[in-house]
């Protein structure tokens, strides 16, 4: 905290790791007599650039981007990019850290890195948005390759973004290297089940946690936040496996749909028109638009699952949701859910689970999007979509079993972050001091 006093949120995701792994290392002392927190915390690189670019009006615009290479003992740096006005270096750092131990507990070989700006896409022209993404790829090309650092995407950066910068990388880097990024679109190397990947992974995830439990989705009241790509896909498989979902939001307000969202209207309305949530009213009436996000967490619900965006759970919601009734929290977005909130939800014997481990999905598909790449095929949607499930079956198990191994048995969030340390801690004790 002394060193970089003014990132609150990156030293929120420290702070919950670091109280998660105490009892590893009181166990094994060799993690801290090698250095392996100090190097932890401490990006491999932070590379921060500007970028300039032209509006629609001809005026000269400047953004300020960043990609954080945060650890690279297991794999090549894997992680999106954000962009939104919110980002700065210290909530990138905050996602990088996380993705090192996410990727970690997907058992596949990437390391953990993010980046972003805080450009805006809302508000600007397809044009704009194309003139913004190849001056950012202008700069971010020389930092990354298929086995040095593969971006994906994240908030604000979807499909359309991420096919602009891939027309730049390849443009520059004067092959086609489909391996160089994630999220691709289907006609150029992209892999099915991408895009539904994290919010299927965060179902499949939340059901198994639910199953050991003896409840499941079906029948059961669910509210999801957000109603971007997480929010959307976790809506599409809770519905499937029978969940009522009455609700989600996006960053001005929520809708309440007490006869079940239409999802249609909803992909409609986000995925395709690009407008607010607050449109879906006009076309079913009978549901009801609130202005203002967090008031979503007052609707009485079984199952919540937070796809938005990190701290948008506080611990009032927290209250709230508990009083109603709430057996089980999934995290879909990056910690959405304040450390104080997580903490009333384990006192209170409400089943969570960690982003960590719960929203592992979408990077999971992109590692396998990655394989296929350089096998130069493609599985099918079915194939995809087993081996996440599976894959999510294992960081369900894996993060049970840590949490049972270290007398925190049914705590999923320290059983994630231990068991995604030790892999990467065991490894850069391998390594050296590097
Ligand atoms: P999208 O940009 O597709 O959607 C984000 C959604 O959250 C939108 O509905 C947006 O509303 C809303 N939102 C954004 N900021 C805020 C805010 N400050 N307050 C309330 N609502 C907000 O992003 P994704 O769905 O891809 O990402 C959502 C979360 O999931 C993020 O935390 C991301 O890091 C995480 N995640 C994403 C993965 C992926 O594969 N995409 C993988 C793992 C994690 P609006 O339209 O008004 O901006």
């Known amino acids: 905290q002394k060193r970089d006093p003014h990132e609150p949120e990156f030293h929120q995701a420290v702070q919950e790791f670091l109280e998660s792994i105490t009892p590893v290392l009181t166990r094994h002392p060799q993690y801290m007599k090698h250095g392996i927190l100090e190097r932890l915390v401490e990006p491999e690189r932070s590379i921060s650039f500007r970028v300039p670019w032209v509006d629609d009006a001809g005026n000269t615009q400047v953004n300020r981007a960043f990609r954080i290479q945060f650890n690279s003992a297991i794999g090549p740096y894997k992680g999106g990019l954000r962009f939104h006005p919110s980002v700065y270096l210290g909530i990138i750092k905050f996602l990088g850290f996380e993705q090192i131990f996410k990727n970690s507990l997907t058992g596949l070989p990437m390391g953990g890195g993010k980046g972003g700006s805080d450009f805006d896409p809302k508000d600007k022209s397809d044009q704009e948005v194309m003139r913004f993404t190849q001056s950012f790829m202008t700069e971010l090309y020389r930092h990354i390759g298929q086995d040095t650092d593969v971006p994906a995407g ?189 903490e009333l939800f384990l006192e209170n014997q409400v089943l969570f689970a960690p982003a960590k481990a719960a929203n592992a999905g979408g990077v999971a598909v992109s590692g396998l999007e990655m394989s296929q790449n350089s096998m130069r095929l493609s599985w099918t949607f079915e194939e995809v979509d087993e081996k996440l499930q599976v894959i999510m079956k294992n960081i369900y198990s894996s993060t049970v079993q840590a949490a049972e191994d270290y007398g925190v048995a049914g705590n999923l969030v320290a059983g994630a972050n231990i068991a995604g340390f030790l892999k990467v801690a065991d490894t850069m004790l391998a390594q050296g001091i590097v």
Request: proline share 3%; with cysteine.
């Open 154 to 342: 994240d908030i604000g950066v979807g499909a359309r973004e991420i096919g602009y910068m891939f027309g730049q990388y390849k443009r520059i880097h004067g092959g086609h290297a489909a391996g160089v990024l994630t999220g691709k679109g289907l006609l150029y190397g992209g892999s099915l089940a991408r895009k539904e990947a994290t919010g299927y992974g965060c179902v499949y995830f939340v059901q198994e946690m639910l199953s050991s439990n003896g409840a499941s989705f079906k029948d059961s009241k669910v509210v999801i936040s957000g109603s971007g790509n997480v929010s959307i896909y976790a809506i599409e498989k809770a519905q499937q496996l029978g969940a009522h979902v009455i609700a989600c939001s996006d960053s001005n307000g929520y809708i309440h749909d007490p006869q079940g969202i239409n999802l249609a209207t909803v992909k409609r309305l986000k995925e395709t028109e690009r407008l607010r949530i607050s449109e879906y009213v006009k076309e079913h009436p009978h549901a009801e638009y609130v202005e203002g996000c967090s008031g979503i967490w007052s609707l009485p619900c079984d199952i919540a699952l937070p796809c938005a965006t990190q701290n948008e759970l506080d611990l009032e919601s927290a209250r709230t949701l508990i009083l109603n009734g709430v057996k089980a929290i999934g995290e879909g977005a990056n910690m959405p859910t304040t450390l104080q909130a997580v």
